[in-house]
């Protein structure tokens, strides 16, 4: 049987790992690196190296960063007194990419999801409720996807915050920007019906 | 502006130069990679290190390799009158593992295509001729792509190696395993006819 070379055949192996990537994906992008001149692969080698000895978990938040806490948690220009939920890390590079969020965040780790075996107890919520009852917070924003896990997180969430007496709130539902509503599905068309806005 | 954590910031451009891999997809490979535990992506740099250590072109066929020359080109059990020219390291791994081939390689380097820039002088076609004169070659087999810079390549090759009084092949072309008559297209299927076999 046809073996590739060792070396190939661990990049491969890793490639694969990765998520959407097949073998023959893996294959393909391993011969581009090969390929190009050996810098690229040593670079690429020393970014992963950098990024798994610098990137740490901020105990505030529990969002990756490479202090801790975080750059956001430790900004005293931030507004303290409100906390973004969101399931993971990359939900808080899109959320703060917008520019429009001057608050805090809170990163769960993921959404309630039964079948996967994803119970609340496995995710950072113990933590966020010890943050509301140390920190002084005015409002919290469920900034959850809106699908089957988020929902259920939405809710199992807005149930736990009730005996707070805090402002819990959630992300607009609507037509995106772009949107053609002769293909947006019924769900996301009703959304946009009830939470219609005066002009 | 939103920036990413530098070291999440450099893996993401790495990833960015990959073929087939934008920022939004090199966003999630870098978060998904985060979220494993450190050890995963400490293992990639490993692998990567150690491909771009390891790894050289072998002097022979210009395959990519551990040895040089390769394992291939240094094996006695192999046919070393048949020469099977191939564009890339891939496709050589490709006809490797049908498990049907017992000659040698020689890897051009890419395919004869002006408009890229990629002119005959570009690729390992004088190595080719200095393999030829050198060895007793008694076949060589043209392993490209039937596409239009294949078939510049094989074109050129095959005016090239006339003068040699070597046999000069070509893969066969027709319908590949599983194909729909019906949905082929007519150059596949013009070329199945022609080169029908009889049963």
Redesign the interface.
């Known amino acids: ?2 073996k ?5 055949q ?2 491969i ?2 490639f694969v ?5 097949g073998p023959k ?1 893996a ?9 190009q001149n ?1 810098g ?13 000895q ?2 740490t978990f901020c105990a505030v938040c529990h969002n ?3 202090k801790n806490p975080c750059l956001i948690c430790s900004n005293p220009n931030r507004d303290h007194s409100t906390i973004c939920v969101v399931a ?3 939900d808080q ?1 899109a959320i ?4 429009d969020y001057q608050g805090l965040y809170h990163i769960l780790g993921g959404t309630i999801s039964p079948i996967e075996g994803i119970t609340p107890d496995k995710l950072k919520i113990d933590e966020l409720i010890a943050r509301i009852q140390k920190e002084k917070i005015s409002e919290i924003i469920l900034g959850l996807n809106p699908d089957l896990p988020g929902e259920t997180t939405i809710l199992y969430l807005t149930n736990l915050l009730k005996s707070f007496k805090i402002k819990v709130t959630r992300l607009a539902r609507g037509l995106p920007m772009g949107a053609d509503l002769e293909y947006s599905d019924e769900v996301t068309l009703a959304n946009a019906l009830k939470n219609r806005s005066q002009v």
Chains 1, 2 share one sequence.
Do not use: D
């Open positions: 049987m046809f590739f070379p060792q070396p190939i661990n990049l192996n890793q790992k990765l998520p959407g990537i994906t294959e393909r992008l391993v011969y581009f690196l090969i390929k050996n690229q692969m040593t670079e690429f080698a020393e970014a992963l190296k950098q990024a798994a610098n990137l990756v960063s490479e993971e890390s990359h590079a703060e990419s917008t520019g």
